[in-house]
């Protein structure tokens, strides 16, 4: 063993650490097991309770806990206050409900089993906090972050990071109670209260007035790594500010990603975090593994599994009932239950105040600790029955190339129906096309067709580097969802913005933006198929080919004139450039004609009844 004042006295476990995962991360994905399973199998195999090779597990623990901090900053990135306010009925009813209806159930388990009632209510509330952690890893590697679903969990998640506060509040309330101590103190209470309130409020000042001149100062005159260690400052700054104020270390580096969502370094925040995440995220995985008291599971084995089970049975009957009474489908419901059933890291700092409080006792408080860390281990097992109560087809990504290194003077982003006829005048003039797509199933159909599709997410910056969108001269965005194709124009937009961009537009809305957003080119997916459609069904029904052909070019005109009025004055404006099934004579005349806003509009306004509805 290295003395603690060796220069190895931390390369040592550092180095068991990372052995560890590199062995079992791998056999256990390869085994279908999941990466989480595999970390937490690595740090019991190495811990204190295991081969013994780390000793110091709190420590690690503690160190590790900044990977989730690091994950909740990259999951503000994504949440625009504009976002986060259109969820505030699901934190606040959802979120509460969840975490109301689990908590009785929890407390009358306790009570079920013989615990007094302020005892029962303590471990189940510290098994009410799912693990942030596991939920949200599990989430992004299934790309569910952004779905439905996955919005709902993450509100739930939020609520029960904000629940932590009143429960530690509560604990304290309690104590004198049970321990028979002096009357609770309100005013420093209520200090303590305002005091967390106040650290909120400075971090939202600070996040909206000083953050952004901070950076762009830095931008200017600061070197490369010094962005990072800004990225760093913000992160872990915003984690202690709140942690001081009595709240949790998670919900101020979330609030910090919230106030840098809407930010123009925010691709930059993201790429420097991101490598620190991944690797403290795992460590944290690690660390909970080697948490996990062999001695005191044997010891009172029977009590440890009894409760595990009746825990997560009471909470998982929570969870779905809630789910279906507020109309989430059996499926959904089920897969929320599934993922949300276990106890989380909170638990462990809850318990931890109502050891020093005197509401539990140490052998307690190890064995509620062994309880929720159990509860973890089995999360990902359960996640893996879950396929085969709802088997989903996930086709394997085995013999795909992956996008690395690739250079072209066009990156095609997207070889769907769209793509791929795209592809075809590019490739007809014999052009350097490199082309990503994440559709497993399609790469593996086009390559039966001869085309070398690369497999990568273009919503993601190091995808689109690898891709070679630096050195591409023109950027087709070819994919179909509106949500993704936003994200790659703004990642474009900001990481390359001398390359030509051509958008697929999905509709008129998302046309609208990209237009405002700068695109060189978009066009709606539909428009010129239906102007075909529409110009050939005229010809069939007698209209001469050639005013069919005239028709279609006025309603090309009248849409154009359309879009430019909605640039200026909203979705609504220019209705009367449509022709309308039913046109009632006004009551009264307008007060004023309209105005064309150029050249293209007053063209079509100047002979807009040339042809009736």
């Known amino acids: ?70 994950f909740l900053f990259i999951i503000g990135l994504e949440m625009r206050p504009s976002k986060l306010w259109g969820l505030r009925k699901q934190i606040f009813g959802l979120g509460l ?25 303590v471990a189940g509330a510290g098994f009410v906090m799912t693990s942030t952690a596991i939920v949200m890893q599990t989430l992004e590697e299934r790309g ?22 009143p429960l530690l509040a ?66 872990l700054g915003s984690a202690l500010a709140l942690q001081v104020g009595g709240l949790s270390m998670a919900m101020g580096a979330f609030l910090a990603g919230v106030l840098l969502s809407e930010s123009t370094f925010r691709h930059q925040l993201e790429a420097d975090v991101e490598p620190f995440r991944g690797i403290l995220l795992g460590l944290f995985f690690m660390a909970v593994g080697m948490s996990l008291d062999v ?53 462990f700092v809850l318990y931890s105040a109502a050891l020093g409080t005197g509401l539990i006792d140490g052998q307690a408080n190890a064995v509620l600790t062994a309880i929720v860390i159990i509860s973890m281990v089995l999360t990902p097992l359960a996640l893996i029955g879950l396929k085969y109560v709802l088997p989903a087809e996930t086709p394997s990504a085995d013999g795909l190339e992956v996008a690395d290194g690739l250079s072209g ?22 052009a350097e096309v490199t082309i990503i797509d994440n559709d497993v199933e399609m790469i593996q159909a086009a390559g039966n067709f001869g085309f070398r599709i690369y497999y990568g997410d273009g919503t993601r910056l190091d995808v689109l580097r690898a891709a070679g969108a630096g050195r591409a001269r023109m950027i087709c965005v070819c994919v179909d969802k509106p949500e993704a194709s ?6 474009i937009k900001a990481e390359f913005p001398f390359a030509k961009l051509f958008v697929r537009s999905f509709d008129r809305q998302q046309t609208l933006k990209l237009r405002e957003e700068g695109v060189d080119f978009e066009i709606r997916e539909v428009v010129e198929s239906a102007l075909i459609f529409g110009r050939e069904a005229l010809v069939t029904l007698g209209i001469d080919r050639e005013i069919a052909r005239q028709i279609i070019a006025d309603l090309r005109k009248r849409d154009a004139a359309r879009l430019e009025l909605q640039m200026h004055e909203g979705i609504q404006a220019g209705r009367h450039l449509m022709h309308q099934q039913v046109q009632p004579a006004p009551l009264t005349q307008p007060v004023r004609k309209a105005t064309a806003l150029n050249a293209e509009a007053e063209d079509v306004l100047s002979d807009e009844t040339r042809y009736s509805g």
Request: glycine letters at 10%.
């Open 486 to 491: 936003g994200h790659i124009v703004e990642l």
């Open 144 to 165: 569910e972050l952004n779905t439905p679903p996955g919005q709902k969990m993450v509100s739930i998640l939020l609520l029960e990071d904000l629940a932590i506060v």
């Open 295 to 347: 001695s005191v599971v044997a010891a009172n084995w029977r009590l440890v599994a009894v409760y595990v089970f009746a825990y997560m049975i009471a909470k998982a009957i929570g969870i779905y009932l809630v789910a279906r009474v507020l109309r989430s489908s059996h499926a959904e419901a089920l897969e929320r239950t599934i993922m949300m059933a276990q106890g989380g890291e909170f638990a």
């Open 409 to 430: 003077e066009v990156l095609l982003i997207g070889f769907g129906r769209f793509g791929q006829v795209v592809s075809q005048a590019l490739l007809a003039e014999r």
């Open 1 to 70: 063993m290295a003395d603690v004042h060796s220069p190895t006295a931390f390369v040592v476990p550092a180095v068991t650490l990372l052995a560890a995962a590199v062995v079992a991360v791998p056999l256990f994905r390869k085994m279908q097991l999941g990466s989480i399973l595999g970390y937490l199998a690595a740090g019991l195999a190495v811990g204190p309770f295991g081969l013994a090779l780390v000793s110091d597990a709190s420590t690690i623990l503690h160190v590790a806990e900044l990977g989730v901090v690091m």
């Open 97 to 121: 409900l969840q975490v109301g209806v689990c908590a009785a159930l929890l407390t009358l388990v306790g009570v079920a089993g013989g615990f007094p009632l302020t005892v029962s209510f």
């Open 170 to 235: 509560l604990v304290a309330f309690l104590a004198p109670a049970v321990t028979g101590g002096a009357g609770s103190d309100i005013v420093s209470r209520l200090t303590a209260v305002a005091v967390g309130l106040g650290s909120i409020a400075a971090l939202v000042l600070a996040g909206r007035y000083l953050l952004n001149p901070m950076f762009r100062f830095l931008a200017a005159y600061g070197a490369r790594e010094v962005m990072t260690a800004a990225a760093l400052l913000v992160v």
